[in-house]
């Protein structure tokens, strides 16, 4: 398999979860945690993407924004610029439900045809679960300086490609955002 990189962006100011979303406890493991073990069988090539001391209990690489409060962009620009891998899985700190099967599935269907690969489903495309190649520093260099940080206009802007996900699997790319979307979370699951 490729040698990938996964960058995790523990970023944001988790405002509506009114704490660390990365460290948000569901069925009694943080979020971050579950992230980590879907993505160990691949590689344990993992960086957190952080400007707090509250990940420093885990055995990785932590590396800080170069740009402050500038969103997933400044994280992806961040991870890129200090990974040593040309292909690099990112992904964001909410998503417990993602699975090895479909990270593996991401990497497989990625090739050097596209700069980005990203998942979508019925619902909308998830830019932060997505392979981004190191090819694109200088764009999200020019989009911060810039200040444009919408994920939707930095696809426009790269060669990419979207991969579908239908019916039960896109379960997975449930991000949680707040104490009621976690509560739903675990009601729905017992």
């Given at each position: 398999?490729?040698?990938?990189?996964?960058?995790?962006?523990?970023g944001?100011?988790?405002?509506r979860?009114?704490?660390e979303?990365g460290?948000?406890?569901?069925?009694?493991t943080?979020?971050?945690?579950?992230?980590?073990?879907?993505?160990?069988?691949i590689s344990?090539e993992i960086?957190?993407?952080?400007n707090?001391?509250?990940?420093?209990?885990?055995?990785?690489?932590?590396?800080?924004?170069?740009?402050l409060?500038?969103?997933?962009?400044?994280?992806?620009?961040s991870?890129?610029?200090?990974?040593?891998?040309?292909i690099n899985?990112?992904?964001s700190?909410?998503?417990?439900?993602?699975?090895?099967?479909?990270?593996?599935?991401?990497?497989?269907?990625?090739?050097?045809?596209?700069?980005?690969?990203?998942?979508?489903?019925?619902n909308?495309?998830h830019?932060?679960?997505?392979?981004?190649?190191?090819?694109?520093?200088?764009?999200?260099?020019k989009?911060i300086?810039?200040?444009d940080?919408k994920?939707?206009?930095?696809l426009?802007?790269?060669?990419?490609?979207i991969?579908?996900?239908?019916?039960?699997?896109?379960e997975?790319?449930?991000n949680?955002?707040s104490?009621?979307?976690l509560?739903e979370?675990?009601t729905?699951?017992y």
């Amino acid at each position: 398999m490729k040698k990938v990189t996964v960058s995790i962006l523990c970023g944001g100011k988790s405002s509506r979860m009114q704490s660390e979303k990365g460290l948000v406890l569901f069925q009694g493991t943080p979020f971050i945690e579950h992230i980590i073990e879907a993505f160990l069988p691949i590689s344990n090539e993992i960086q957190l993407v952080t400007n707090t001391s509250d990940y420093d209990y885990l055995p990785y690489k932590k590396i800080k924004d170069i740009e402050l409060d500038k969103g997933p962009i400044g994280g992806i620009y961040s991870a890129l610029v200090h990974s040593e891998s040309e292909i690099n899985l990112i992904l964001s700190c909410d998503i417990p439900l993602i699975s090895t099967e479909l990270l593996s599935e991401l990497i497989t269907k990625h090739t050097t045809d596209f700069d980005v690969s990203v998942f979508s489903d019925a619902n909308k495309i998830h830019p932060l679960i997505g392979i981004y190649s190191k090819k694109i520093i200088p764009i999200l260099k020019k989009a911060i300086e810039e200040n444009d940080l919408k994920m939707m206009r930095l696809l426009e802007k790269v060669n990419h490609q979207i991969i579908e996900v239908a019916g039960e699997r896109s379960e997975q790319f449930r991000n949680i955002n707040s104490l009621a979307e976690l509560n739903e979370l675990n009601t729905n699951l017992y």
